[in-house]
């Protein structure tokens, strides 16, 4: 029994607990992201965290900036954070604490990118370099190498222009074109192949010191880390761009095979001077990268630094060693901060990093304003924006939150939002009623991951093929949707309507049905099995089939099979997927039509250059955040769950972004949806497919035959 004493210390301490900001668990929380290939450990650390002995437990985050959040929510207590993240924390306002460095050498910095010159090219201060020829490290490794720190030394000594007539990333392009003499830019300038090829043919300059010029990929000589001091010391550049470390590695500074004589060349300094290779003196620095952090909120962060400083791989079996495991990239050094320090302070002290991130951009600055329809999406919206500008990207995107997907449309028909991402049920409406076109795709790669569009009948029913549907009482997903103008395609190629229009066409081939979303008073027969919302979406076509006895129910193939499963896990043993199937005529043709999961729609009246802009952004957030990211962690997760809930934003089955609806070009599955729409054709009855002569066709038909 407990006394009362121990009672009310019980009762004083839960209070306290609920009262102030104190953590009252017996462990910490360490946000853990999973990584790629090798780097995905949680599933074999996280269960050693779960011994009595342990101190800490694992909070899975998405990504990066999930866990940023999760710590400022109060879900977590510390994770680790790029320097990158915390430029985005700063941004977004959330307030975490520096409290330890992950270090894998005893350097101050992760990296510091400096500019090494010729001697023989006569470059004594940073105005020596027009007309010079440039070795840049080039472009597709944003992993390790952002384009923020990328351009840095041309955006910090080239003239920067702003012709409206050009894209934010052509117009770059452009001033270090007519600013250097020759360059090896080499990789990807842009994600979209046709357009990086064009710009590429339009300023060949940019290549002309690459290895294979015509090429200028990242399979050249010239490419990557190691790639601009080769051809620095090939003697094809006058300067180059890299990384501290790898010019000390190249020139043989530090133990290693030199690869050339450091006599002849020099670090090119901000402040107008040079600093010979060779020399003892500290190198000039230009930007310099923080290393990875551990951070945590205020309340916590002096236990946080003590706590992570005491670990050790002493035990291999420990769950100290199993959290290092978690929390570390490669076997490191964990180097408390002194004093412990807000975001903003410690990154003031990397030379130029803040000052990288602060470059005025054009005026008037081009902004994408993209339309949510509720808060989380407006959230994703504006955490996505955060993390693309710390990555560099441009023109920075806007989040303007509107009720619902159609108040987005007739924002855009009014020029107050310029996209929004449709599921396939409001393209066609999209399309007829706003004006609006496809900027590019949720594409997929697996056909479950598709809206394929089937019909679904009882496996008993007498129903063999579409000719047999006249007279069935259909249930649909919603009017104008993906799935009535499927089967209006397929009715009409099959000439088995007898009236048009379209509606009063599948209004006279169905019976009692139900269409959710039909104009109001036009054949209500159509509307007949609707009840009060029930039966609208796919689900609810799915229920009208189930509960309200139709005979044939037109939704997706993934709703067809998840339907059932969903019922089973919540008890409802009353209907059973074997008693339906998928209508499949001559045992082959099963599916109506198919789309990709979503599509982005902008004006049809948007210029060129915008398009270009704009879809440019997305691309290069898809090769960031999306599934195929190159970093060993994600910094953002664009498709996929934010805050715990499904498809925000963007739909979670997405596999990339295309302006194409396939993932792959290979990929051979007819009837896709926009050509469809594209190819609807007119109405067709069946009654037409033999015309009859009026009396003066008559006349002409026999006159003719006279003549003959």
């Keep these: 029994m407990f006394s009362p ?21 017996t462990k910490y929380q360490v946000c853990v992201v999973d990584g790629r290939g090798s780097f995905r450990k949680a599933a074999k650390y996280c269960p050693v965290l779960d011994g009595p002995d342990s101190k800490v437990e694992c909070v899975i985050g998405l990504d990066r900036l999930d866990c940023l959040r999760k710590i400022s929510k109060g879900k977590a207590d510390f994770s680790v954070f790029a320097a990158e993240d915390l430029v985005a924390a700063s941004n977004l306002q959330v307030e975490v604490l520096v409290t330890n460095e992950m270090r894998y050498t005893n350097d101050v910095y992760e990296y510091e990118v400096v500019a090494v010159v010729d001697n023989d090219a006569n470059i004594k201060t940073r105005y020596d ?30 003239p920067q222009t702003c012709n409206s007539a050009l894209t934010l990333t052509e117009n770059r392009i452009s001033a270090s074109s007519k600013y250097f003499k020759s360059a090896c830019k080499a990789g990807p300038w842009v994600n979209d192949p046709v357009l990086d090829q064009q710009l590429k043919n339009k300023y060949p300059n940019l290549c002309a010191l690459c290895n294979t010029p015509s090429v200028c990929s990242m399979d050249d000589k010239y490419w990557g880390r190691r790639g601009p001091l080769l051809c620095l010391t090939d003697g094809v550049g006058d300067i180059t761009w890299a990384r501290l470390d790898d010019v000390r590695s190249h020139f043989g500074i530090t133990p290693g095979s030199a690869v050339a004589n450091p006599n002849d060349y020099s670090y090119l300094c901000q402040d107008g001077t040079t600093v010979p290779v060779n020399s003892t003196s500290k190198p000039c ?28 791989h002493s035990d291999n079996n420990s769950w100290q060693s199993a959290l290092l495991n978690l929390i570390e990239t490669y076997h490191l050094t964990i180097q408390a901060v002194k004093p412990i320090e807000a975001i903003e302070s410690y990154l003031a002290r990397a030379n130029g990093f803040l000052s990288a991130y602060s470059f005025p951009g054009c005026h008037p600055p081009r902004t994408i304003k993209m339309c949510t329809t509720n808060n989380l999406e407006n959230a994703k919206c504006s955490w996505l924006r955060e993390a693309a500008n710390v990555y560099g990207v441009e023109p920075d995107i806007d989040c303007l939150k509107a009720d619902n997907k159609s108040h987005c449309m007739e924002g855009m028909v009014n020029n107050l939002v310029d996209i929004v991402v449709l599921p396939p049920d409001m393209v066609n409406e999209a399309k007829t009623k706003y004006n609006l076109k496809t900027l590019f795709y949720e594409t997929a790669a697996d056909e479950n991951d598709k809206y394929v569009t089937v019909a679904v009948v009882r496996a008993n029913s007498n129903i063999k093929s579409f000719g047999d549907l006249k007279g069935k009482k259909a249930c649909f997903p919603k009017y104008d949707g993906i799935s009535w103008n499927s089967v209006v395609h397929t009715l009409n190629s099959k000439k088995l309507l007898q009236t048009c229009p379209f509606a009063k066409g599948m209004a006279d081939f169905f019976s009692a049905s139900c269409v959710p979303g039909l104009p109001n008073g036009e054949y209500p027969r159509m509307s007949m099995m609707c009840k009060s919302g029930m039966y609208d979406g796919d689900y609810g076509a799915m229920r009208c089939l189930t509960h309200a006895n139709g005979d044939v129910a037109f939704v997706s193939k993934y709703t067809f099979e998840s339907y059932f499963k969903d019922l089973k896990q919540k008890g409802d043993l009353q209907i059973d997927a074997k008693d339906y199937k998928i209508l499949c005529e001559n045992n082959t043709d099963c599916h109506l039509s198919w789309s990709p999961p979503g599509q982005a729609m902008i004006r049809s009246n948007q210029s060129s250059l915008w398009i270009k802009d704009t879809l440019d952004v997305f691309l290069q957030m898809d090769v960031l955040f999306g599934k195929n990211f190159k970093s060993l962690t994600t910094p953002f997760t664009l498709f996929g769950l934010f805050d715990g809930k499904p498809d925000v934003l963007f739909h979670d089955a997405t596999g990339k972004l295309r302006d194409v609806p396939k993932y792959k070009s290979t990929d051979t599955m007819g009837k896709e949806y926009d050509s469809i729409l594209e190819n609807y054709g007119e109405c067709v009855t069946s009654s037409s497919a033999i015309p009859t002569l009026s009396i003066f066709n008559v006349f002409i038909v026999m006159s003719l035959m006279l003549k003959f």
């Design 5 to 25: 004493t121990k009672i009310i210390a019980c009762v004083i301490t839960a209070l306290a607990c609920l009262s102030i900001d104190v953590e009252c668990r």
């Design 285 to 312: 620095v230009w930007v310099a990268k923080p290393w990875p952090v551990v951070a945590t909120k205020r309340t916590s962060a002096q236990e946080i630094q003590e706590f992570i400083s005491s670990l050790s």
């Design 129 to 158: 370099l027009r007309d010079k020829r440039f070795c840049h490290p080039g472009y597709g490794y944003e992993a390790d190498w952002t384009q923020i720190l990328s351009n840095y030394l041309e955006v910090s000594v080239v």
